[in-house]
């Protein structure tokens, strides 16, 4: 047997005599999928097949990963087709998302309104789950001084990820995968803008002040480039504070977390601190609130740990405050970012993210 084909991945699990190479396992996908893109019946069943072809261990994603076994020859063979193959079913996906769409246009001028209804037309507008739950945030955080300060969605590299100690081409860039803005139009340099990644972006444009103290917060959206499933979304919300003065130490972080979580989760509530990597704070941790419904014991929905992680945090670093007029001897500082989509699908039982963005009536009339 030639020594590329005896080193393919593509083992046939039930017939381990016959080897597939790459080029035929291309194929395969090829077919297979246009079948089950054509098949998917809505855009839920579409997003699913789009997921195992090009999430993060989809098929098309992970086939590459064979090419370098692959000869010069074959590889020359197997790259166009790839490239090919992966946009004809790219383009597939899409042209499906847009039937579907179009037939759920249609079933709607078949679809009823009953003016008549009473229910109907007695039921009133109220505040999504997310802005109730914000506003309640708000409040708590309000009364121990903490004032809103909310930086654009759409942000400049530098108070992204340069002030915070995340440099160009640094590889801690790839703990976000980052959406940037298309500036071809427009007197900015490629790379410059983009769609802010995280509540972080708020606190170097108030160190760039100079003002002390500082006790702000903000509850606002960020975007990724997800692939979007029941746990992930590419638009989100963190909650982030950020305090900087003098004496600010890890014991006011502690306080801060275990207030939060108690005002939401009930007394019984409590943090724990774990040591964790982000560029922009030293000494990092990530947070972990006791499983509310265990008690730390373990159980299903803590994924047997006794503990949720909730949020990233840790003193403010030393070299964000190269980029302010403060002085890192003089003031030091907390930051803290923490996910409430999280902590509400936990506190409610809500088992897909995408029900925060998709305006459905029935999730929107249970909260
Ligand atoms: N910005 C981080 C993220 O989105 C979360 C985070 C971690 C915020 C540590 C912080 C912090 O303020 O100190 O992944």
């Known amino acids: 047997m030639p020594k ?70 074959e590889r020359r063979k197997v790259g166009p087709l790839f490239n090919q193959i992966k946009q004809e079913l790219e383009r597939a996906v899409e042209a499906r998302r847009n039937e579907v769409r179009e037939e759920g246009y249609k079933n709607l001028v078949n679809e009823n309104l009953d003016l008549t209804n009473v229910k109907l037309r007695n039921r009133g507008g109220h505040l999504h789950l997310t802005t109730q739950f914000k506003k309640e945030i708000i409040d708590l955080f309000s009364k121990l001084g903490f004032y809103q300060f909310d930086a654009p969605h759409v942000e400049w590299d530098k108070y992204n990820f340069e002030y915070l100690n995340i440099p160009k081409d640094h590889p801690s860039r790839d703990m976000w995968d980052t959406l940037y803005v298309d500036t071809t139009n427009l007197e900015v340099e490629p790379g410059q803008m983009l769609l802010r990644t995280h509540t972080s972006n708020f606190w170097p444009r108030l160190m760039e002040k100079g003002q002390t103290p500082i006790r702000a917060m903000s509850f606002d959206r960020c975007f990724r480039y997800e692939a979007v499933d029941a746990r992930h979304s590419h638009t989100f919300n963190q909650f982030e504070v950020a305090v900087v003065g003098e004496n600010i130490t890890m014991a006011n972080l502690k ?29 990092g941790v990530g947070i972990d609130c006791l499983c509310v419904f265990c008690h730390g014991k373990g159980c299903k929905i803590c994924s047997g740990t006794g503990w949720f992680e909730i949020a990233g945090a840790g003193m403010i670093h030393p070299n964000t405050f190269k980029f302010t007029w403060l002085d890192p001897k003089k003031y030091s500082g907390l930051a803290w970012g923490f996910g409430p989509d999280r902590m509400l699908m936990i506190k409610h039982g809500i088992e897909d993210i995408r029900h925060f963005l998709e305006g459905d009536l029935k999730f929107l009339e249970k909260y």
């Open 4 to 73: 590329a084909l005896s080193e393919s991945p593509f083992v046939n699990p039930h017939n381990c005599a016959r080897i597939k190479s790459v080029e035929e396992k291309i194929l395969e996908i090829q077919k297979n999928y246009l079948e089950k893109i054509q098949k998917a019946q809505n855009l839920k069943e579409l997003d699913e097949v789009f997921l195992t072809l090009f999430g993060k261990n989809g098929e098309i994603t992970l086939l590459p990963k064979a090419f370098p076994k692959l000869s010069e020859d």
């Open 255 to 283: 306080f801060l977390s275990d207030y939060l979580l108690q005002a939401i989760l009930g007394k019984e509530a409590k943090s724990r601190f774990r040591p964790k990597y982000y560029p922009f704070v030293e000494p």
